[in-house]
């Protein structure tokens, strides 16, 4: 079963009533044509199942999940500006880990290549997984592939030596965080126009990338038993000029036919 919201500016975003996951986000491009933007969720880090959830009300979703003693609150709400925020709260009797599904986009739509889906992400540091261990220190990203504190197309940082032999990036990002809600990252699409900005609580994302798809996932929390935690993320599309991105290095469009 899935949960519609809308906005005034006519998008759609569906979720699931299963697993809480963002399936489907119908958004316009810089010619106004709507197009769902999304894949299918990335295989890592499954969802956990078994929430409840009243219907949705005026672009707002309340999910609930108790199971094994984690209770989980979890509130979606889409805003007519292009935001879909994601409140959560966590508390846990027992030593739980959990993690949400994060959504993997096309910002073109369909099967399109997303090679040259630009990227800027304020993070200083990064982790090298899965090359490294989880458990290493963060390096940092000056002078590396990794580096997307200026804009970069994704292909164009995966040809590089380091990276060649990876089918995407899938590597953990950090940046000095304050807590409050921040924009942590910018993706933008030269074809169509569509622009979507990652905002966060934490001081860390996921990126995750492949030939059709990407995502900006938040990390997995561990809750010690009583524990409670709350974090919040906002995904934001819009369309823009791409020539006001700044962008570094070249795009090639052809890589997206």
Same mark, same amino acid.
């Given at each position: 079963?899935?949960?519609?919201?809308?906005?005034?500016?006519?998008?759609?975003?569906?979720?699931?009533?299963?697993?809480?996951?963002?399936?489907?986000?119908?958004? %316009?491009?810089?010619?106004?044509?709507?197009?769902?933007?999304?894949?299918?969720?990335?295989?890592?880090?499954?969802?956990?199942?078994?929430?409840?959830?009243?219907? %949705?009300?005026?672009?707002?979703?309340?999910?609930?999940?108790?199971?094994?003693?984690?209770?989980?609150?979890?509130?979606?709400?889409?805003?007519?500006?292009?935001?879909?925020?994601?409140?959560?709260?966590?508390?846990?009797?027992?030593?739980?880990?959990?993690? +949400?599904?994060?959504?993997?986009?096309? +910002?073109?739509?369909?099967?399109?290549?997303?090679?040259?889906?630009?990227?800027?992400?304020?993070?200083?540091?990064?982790?090298?997984?899965?090359?490294?261990?989880?458990?290493?220190?963060?390096?940092?990203?000056?002078?590396?592939?990794?580096?997307?504190?200026?804009?970069?197309?994704?292909?164009?940082?995966?040809?590089?030596?380091?990276?060649?032999?990876?089918?995407?990036? !899938?590597?953990?990002?950090?940046?000095?965080?304050?807590?409050?809600?921040?924009?942590?990252?910018?993706?933008?699409?030269?074809?169509?126009?569509?622009?979507? !900005?990652?905002?966060?609580?934490?001081?860390?994302?996921?990126?995750?990338?492949?030939?059709?798809?990407?995502?900006?996932?938040? &990390?997995?929390? &561990?809750?010690?038993?009583?524990?409670?935690?709350?974090?919040?993320?906002?995904?934001?599309?819009?369309?823009?000029?791409?020539?006001?991105?700044?962008?570094?290095?070249?795009?090639?469009?052809?890589?997206?036919?």
């Amino acid at each position: 079963m899935m949960h519609l919201l809308h906005n005034a500016r006519g998008m759609r975003v569906a979720i699931d009533a299963h697993d809480a996951s963002v399936r489907a986000w119908w958004a %316009p491009d810089r010619y106004g044509r709507l197009a769902d933007v999304l894949g299918a969720a990335p295989p890592a880090a499954p969802a956990s199942t078994g929430w409840r959830c009243a219907p %949705p009300d005026d672009g707002h979703l309340l999910m609930h999940l108790a199971h094994d003693g984690l209770s989980v609150r979890l509130a979606y709400r889409l805003d007519d500006d292009g935001s879909l925020h994601l409140d959560c709260a966590a508390t846990a009797d027992t030593l739980s880990r959990f993690a +949400l599904a994060a959504p993997l986009f096309n +910002l073109q739509g369909g099967r399109a290549a997303v090679g040259d889906h630009v990227l800027r992400l304020a993070a200083d540091r990064y982790r090298p997984w899965p090359d490294g261990h989880s458990c290493s220190a963060p390096l940092d990203v000056a002078g590396s592939a990794f580096d997307f504190r200026q804009p970069a197309p994704l292909a164009t940082r995966l040809a590089w030596p380091a990276l060649v032999h990876l089918p995407g990036f !899938r590597h953990d990002f950090y940046w000095t965080g304050s807590g409050q809600l921040r924009e942590a990252a910018r993706v933008a699409d030269p074809a169509s126009g569509r622009v979507l !900005r990652f905002s966060s609580t934490q001081d860390s994302c996921h990126l995750y990338s492949d030939a059709r798809c990407f995502s900006l996932l938040a &990390q997995g929390v &561990q809750l010690q038993p009583g524990q409670v935690m709350r974090f919040s993320l906002a995904y934001r599309l819009g369309v823009q000029d791409i020539d006001a991105f700044d962008i570094s290095e070249p795009v090639s469009m052809m890589s997206n036919k």
